[in-house]
């Protein structure tokens, strides 16, 4: 079956550690979004990229960093540039404006 | 430009009781509309949504939303309440002739309890 895959699962970071975090899908969908989610404040647009080998950023950008090598890939990465990454993160993708997106399950980063 | 608000960050009903999460939007274009929910540590999904066909959608597990313009409003609904609804729920909103702009403006959400 299509969807998205978000890896891994948890994270734990240290401080000024850099990390990645995957997301892939196999829906052949041209554009994939990143939010960052953490409680009371809704989703909040990191990056999207329409498509390969283009991405614009979002509301909150900073400390992070993307890249869209592959139709199929959207990896996030969490820079020690970030001073709060403490979040849950989730991965979506879109056929278009009428399809609405489909998330992965989320990673769930944390800063020990 | 769109934007999504949704009255009541927290609801809480009975189980078999109605459930009514409101949701209005503002949008200078006719706008494709979303409900999606979110189960704790787990990814949205999309429950209904409106792309200018029929204004009362149907979506799953019992819940429906009626588009009225005229009250820019697209609220969810379902006539009872089940104790797996206890969850997240989000509002979202796009343009209509979004062309190459495809992103989804959201609601902050209502989380959703439901009481025994």
């Known amino acids: 079956d299509g969807g998205i895959t978000q890896s891994p699962k948890y994270l734990f970071r240290k401080e000024g550690q850099n990390v990645t975090l995957s997301c892939e899908q196999n829906l052949n969908h041209d554009a994939m979004y990143w939010y960052r989610q953490d409680p009371g404040q809704g989703l909040r647009l990191i990056y999207y990229?329409?498509?390969?080998?283009?991405?614009q950023k979002g509301d909150i950008a900073e400390g992070y960093s993307v890249s869209r090598e592959k139709k199929e890939s959207f990896p996030l990465t969490v820079t020690s540039a970030q001073k709060n990454p403490t979040a849950f993160y989730l991965c979506?993708?879109?056929?278009?404006?009428?399809?609405?997106?489909?998330f992965g399950s989320g990673t769930r980063l944390t800063v020990v | 430009a769109q934007s999504v608000t949704q009255l009541g960050s927290h609801v809480s009903v009975s189980e078999g009781a109605l459930v009514l999460l409101r949701c209005n939007y503002s949008?200078?274009?006719?706008?494709?509309l979303f409900w999606y929910v979110q189960y704790p540590n787990q990814g949205l999904q999309l429950l209904l949504k409106y792309t200018s066909a029929a204004t009362l959608v149907k979506g799953i597990n019992g819940f429906e939303a009626e588009f009225k313009k005229s009250e820019t409003s697209f609220h969810l609904t379902k006539p009872s309440a089940h104790m797996s609804d206890a969850a997240e729920y989000f509002c979202?909103?796009?343009?209509?002739?979004?062309?190459?702009?495809?992103?989804?403006?959201w609601g902050l959400g209502t989380s959703l309890a439901v009481n025994p």
């Open positions: 979506a993708s879109s056929k278009g404006a009428g399809y609405g997106y489909t």
């Open positions: 990229s329409q498509i390969v080998n283009d991405f």
């Open positions: 949008s200078s274009v006719p706008p494709y």
């Open positions: 979202a909103v796009t343009r209509f002739n979004a062309g190459n702009n495809r992103k989804l403006i």
